[in-house]
């Protein structure tokens, strides 16, 4: 695994066998993958100007105080990630609790969607398929020791994060087959997209009973862990912390979002 885990904030990186047997029985009829990924995020995370209400995300009142975390939700997020680990034996977890857990099953053999990881910098990136002009991308942007895609996409983020708009538009320049989850632990802010396809390398999300933000990039385990299920983030789209789901092209517009009635 390429990168580093700071000692400036309380993030740590771990097996997640280490934890005790999961509670919740989520995943026993799900369709094994090879490779996954997992990204929950506690819901003051997403934090205003936006909240999800039923099956829409809508803007929340400015003022209204934000909601501290509680035993409960934070015990929901643990719980999945719990029964990750049981189905997915061996997966590594990066916790920053009580803001987010992310866990993944890294495969780096697949052809079409390999997977891979990066903790550098405070900032999580984990990262599904392939940017096909990465190496464009690093000679353009003058990248160093950057040994694959979530390495990549972590620096760039670290780069441009601060400079509005223009992190948007490094993120349409990527292209190929992705979906990817940047956690960064220093803001407490997290970013999730997908290719402008959305096809091969897809990225599930909903909110559980607390209004806690799931997203995996198998739809099973995403809806089985959500009370309102979304499907999947639309292609060329984003989602992020005060944000709700948006453009790329267009990242000053918020999109309505439809909860999805999915067969199990």
Known sequence: ???????????????LRSLKPAKLQIFSRIVKKKENMLALFEKGVAKKPVMLFGSIVTPAVTNAPEEPPTIESVAAIEDVARGFEVYYPNSLCIKNLPSCVMSS????NSFITPSSLVVKDDVVCLFHGRIENRELLQMTHVLHDVSNDAATVS???SRFKSQGDEWYNVVRRFQGNF?????????????????????AAQCFWGTDSHGNLVFSTNWQISKAASAKFYGSVTGGCFVATGKG??????????????EVVASS
């Open 1 to 15: 695994m390429s990168g580093y885990v700071s000692n400036k904030l309380p993030l740590s990186i771990f097996p």
């Open 105 to 108: 099953k890294l495969d780096q």
């Open 155 to 157: 620096t760039l983020y």
């Open 179 to 199: 979906s990817f989850v940047i956690y960064d632990a220093w803001t407490k802010q997290f970013f999730v997209s997908t290719d402008p396809r959305g096809a």
């Open 245 to 258: 789901l948006r453009r790329l092209e267009s990242p000053n517009t918020q999109l309505v979002v439809k």
